[in-house]
């Protein structure tokens, strides 16, 4: 059997390989089955799930859904979703339509702030790209309003400061009940960016979220040590957990990680999808 990888990013999200790309990318490569994960879109399914199809190449339908956590990161990873499952796809809407209103809504609160910023000069700052807060910090910076970044941070654009939007997040939960609605089977991605203190905390974390519907973790990344594959299989193996892997590759890293093999080390078995498939049942 050959191997996969359960992790990728395309254009429907930030990645540069569109997912037709993506597909032949992979099966070029040798690979067995891919997933496409990009984040809080299935945008980018139909097009890979055709591709896959056309080329006799297993591609597994997937997200990658931001959840609300502190003081770390919480990715939930979601496979075999329904693409067309109404939930899925209205929930999905409503948090691009929030994410969209969101720079808006900054400029709004700087503006009622005295600083007279415009919503176009943000976006220019940006390039074309994604806006986010470092380019509401170069317009203020240009402006003079403020100093330097940490300025423009803590006086504007912080979590708590004057003219912060908070994003909108669904819930840990929220994010795996939507999974397993759409007949997914929802993942912890890549627990090193949870922020968690020890094994103490992940434990009682994926306590929490296996009472939610968990049903598997991401124990093959390729910014996890030895030590913490060690620790998450551990884990998987304690509570029941579906292990998988996946290089999160999106086509822009600075050190050369590739689909399939990440920095050159990673082999993710098909066994993984066939869990996965099971898990489904
Ligand atoms: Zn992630
Ligand atoms: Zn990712």
């Avoid at 993506?22 to 891919?34: E, F, N, P, S």
């Avoid at 693409?83 to 400029?107: D, G, S, W």
């Avoid at 049903?215 to 594959?229: A, D, L, M, Q």
């Avoid at 600075?254 to 080390?265: F, P």
Wanted: charged residues 25%; proline residues 4%.
């Amino acid at each position: 059997m050959g191997y996969i990888d359960l992790h990728l990013h395309t254009t429907a999200s930030d990645g540069v390989k569109t997912p037709s790309e993506m597909v032949r990318y992979a099966k070029a490569k040798g690979l067995q089955a891919i997933s496409i994960t990009d984040h809080d879109t299935i945008e980018g399914l139909e097009e890979g799930l055709a591709e896959g199809e056309r080329l006799g190449f297993e591609v597994i339908p997937g997200i990658e859904i931001s959840a609300e956590h502190s003081p770390g990161s919480m990715h939930l990873l979601g496979y075999f979703i329904d693409i067309h499952h109404p939930t899925l796809n209205e929930k999905l809407k409503y948090l691009q339509r929030a994410r969209e209103e969101r720079n808006p809504k900054m400029v709004e609160k700087l503006n009622r702030l005295g600083v007279k910023i415009t919503y176009e000069e943000v976006v220019k700052a940006s390039g074309g790209g994604q806006v986010g807060r470092p380019h509401f910090a170069q317009v203020l910076i240009e402006k003079g309003y403020v100093r330097n970044f940490q300025e423009a941070f803590d006086r504007y654009l912080k979590k708590g400061a004057s003219a912060y939007v908070d994003k909108l997040r669904l819930t840990p939960a929220e994010a795996i009940h939507l999974i397993s609605e759409a007949r997914g089977v929802p993942v912890l991605g890549h627990p090193n960016t949870l922020g968690l203190n020890g094994a103490k905390g992940l434990e009682s974390l994926i306590g929490d979220l296996l009472k939610d519907g968990l049903k598997g973790i991401e124990v093959y990344y390729p910014e996890h040590s030895s030590t913490e594959v060690a620790q998450y299989k551990t884990l998987a193996e304690r509570n029941g957990l579906i292990m998988t892997g996946g290089t999160d590759y999106h086509g822009i890293e600075k050190e050369s990680l590739d689909v399939g093999v990440g920095r050159g080390d990673m082999k993710i078995p098909y066994s993984m999808v066939e869990a996965l498939k099971a898990a489904r049942n």
